[in-house]
């Protein structure tokens, strides 16, 4: 199954015939000529990279409070990824730190689920120019995402625009991952990141080209490896836009395997997903609902909080 890499400078027609193709045929694709400042994604690659090679105490300080908290440091070993689907896996090699949405709400919420979604980021002390380096590029994945969605749109015979209200507040968060080089074999079925999907309208991956571990499923249930072009970015769609999409559009599962060399893995996964009340339901002219109606944040949640053991 090969992922196609599409050109976003294309003719617009044909750029957003071919990212319906691949939504609906593989549920990823490699985007380029995307816009987005090489220095943007640098200097949030940088300080992605040195905050991991802090000192533990540096991490724990802003390790989640709690299990169930969404945003902060998650230390190697303690996730599963497979427990969103409900599947029992020893817990994946990795280590993450994540952030939420850094835009304030016109009206404060009232939902205890959206006040969960909303929760207080937890910004480590180092490196310097941590935080701004990583909330300028959360902000250029915004508008990319964005980009995407207007594309998505006219590829489902839509106006370009339709999506927009429906994101404008969204309830995103940039999640930084690092697998570290391993010497000590995995148990059986351990992984890096166990098999997944994800959960809400689209995810930006940023990670270095080649193939290091990232597998897609194909219909067959084999497994692909994705090479990452230079200059890239990995894109794939979520549960809430293939739920919006009655199941025309994919979400397709992925994992992340120990390659033969077991090199270090670095990546910035930008999750993004619709306004907390976005309602997702079947879009026009897509045939009877599969699905029942769901807000966009409570399926977030919902997802969410299955994924970090108690």
């Known amino acids: 199954m090969l992922v196609p890499v599409i050109d976003l400078a294309g003719e617009p027609g044909v750029v957003a015939e071919q990212i319906g193709s691949a939504c609906e045929h593989i549920g990823f694709f490699q985007v380029i000529h995307h816009g987005v400042p090489t220095s943007v994604t640098d200097a949030a690659w940088s300080a992605t990279r040195d905050f991991f090679d802090e000192p533990p105490e540096v991490r724990q300080a802003v390790a989640v409070p709690y299990s169930g908290y969404p945003y902060g440091y998650i230390g190697f070993e303690v996730e599963s990824l497979a427990a969103s689907l409900e599947h029992a896996t020893p817990p994946d090699r990795k280590h993450t730190y994540s952030f939420g949405p850094i835009d ?176 997702i339901e079947c879009l026009p002219g897509l045939g009877a609902p599969k699905h029942q109606p769901v807000l966009a944040g409570r399926h977030l949640m919902n997802k969410f909080q299955r994924t970090v053991g108690a």
């Open 104 to 279: 304030q709400p016109s009206v404060t919420p009232t939902d205890p689920d959206e006040i969960w979604v909303r929760s207080p980021s937890r910004w480590p002390a180092a490196p310097a120019g941590f935080r701004p380096a990583l909330e300028t590029y959360y902000l250029a994945m915004s508008a990319l995402a964005a980009q995407l969605l207007g594309h998505m749109a006219v590829a489902l015979e839509l106006d370009r625009a339709y999506f927009e209200p429906m994101i404008d507040h969204h309830v995103s968060a940039l999640r930084c991952l690092d697998y570290p080089a391993l010497t000590v074999p995995p148990l059986p079925g351990q992984l890096r990141a166990g098999a997944h999907t994800d959960y809400g309208t689209l995810t930006i991956l940023r990670t270095a080209p080649g193939s290091n571990g990232l597998e897609t499923q194909d219909a067959s249930g084999g497994w692909t490896p994705i090479d990452a072009v230079p200059d890239g970015f990995v894109v794939n769609l979520g549960d809430s836009l293939a739920q919006w999409t009655n199941d025309r559009w994919r979400s397709t599962m992925h994992r992340v395997v120990e390659p033969p060399d077991a090199d270090r893995r670095t990546s910035l996964a930008f999750f993004h997903n619709a306004n907390w009340d976005a309602r």
